[in-house]
C-alpha cells in the first residue's frame, strides 16, 4: 500500500504551530486535538521542523517549566524526515524503525499533503493481518 492510499482512508488534516508561539500552547493544542505531534510553520517555509511530545518532555527535564514559555522553535526537531505519497508503507514502517520517528509529514511537490503516525501504520497491518487469517481460516474451511 501507498502512502496516498493511508492518507484517502485516513484523511489529509494536519495540525501546525507557527514556530513563534509558546511551547505551552503547543502544549494545549496536542492535549486538545489527541495528537503527539505538531508540524511548525514559519515566515521561512510551511514546514520549518516538527514538534512531539518527546520534544516537549525533553525541554521540561533540562529547563523545568520555564520550558513552556519559550518559543517551540527553541525545542523544535528542525531536522524533519519526510516522505511522499508514492513511498509506500512497509519501507515508511522500515524509515520510522530504523529512525526511531513516530510521526512523518507527506510533502508532495513541496506541499505539506498529510501526516503518517506509526499508530496509522501499526493500525494498517493489525488490519492487513487480520484480513489474512480470515482468508486462511476460510482456506483451511473449504477443504
Known amino acids: 500500500m501507498k502512502v496516498s492510499q493511508l492518507l ?3 484523511g489529509r ?3 501546525t504551530i507557527d514556530e513563534s508561539r509558546p511551547v505551552l500552547e503547543a502544549v494545549n493544542e496536542l492535549r486538545d486535538r489527541g495528537i ?3 508540524v ?3 515566515e521561512r517555509a510551511p514546514l520549518v521542523g516538527i514538534l512531539s511530545e518527546r520534544d516537549i518532555v525533553r525541554a521540561l527535564a533540562s529547563s523545568g517549566a520555564q520550558a513552556l ?4 522553535r527553541s525545542i523544535m526537531s528542525s531536522q524533519v524526515v519526510t516522505c511522499n505519497e508514492s513511498e509506500t508503507l512497509d ?7 530504523d529512525r526511531r520517528i513516530r510521526h512523518v509529514p507527506v510533502v508532495e511537490d513541496g506541499v505539506l499533503t498529510g501526516m503518517i503516525s506509526i499508530g496509522d501504520v501499526v493500525k494498517h497491518r493489525v488490519e492487513q493481518l487480520e484480513n489474512d487469517k ?3 481460516l476460510e482456506y483451511v474451511s473449504a477443504r
Request: aromatic share 0%; net charge positive.
Open 8 to 10: 484517502s482512508t485516513k
Open 13 to 15: 488534516q494536519v495540525t
Open 36 to 38: 503527539g505531534a505538531l
Open 40 to 42: 511548525v510553520s514559519g
Open 69 to 72: 514559555d519559550l518559543p517551540v
Open 91 to 97: 519501507r515508511l514502517m522500515k524509515l520510522m524503525t
Open 134 to 136: 480470515r482468508d486462511l
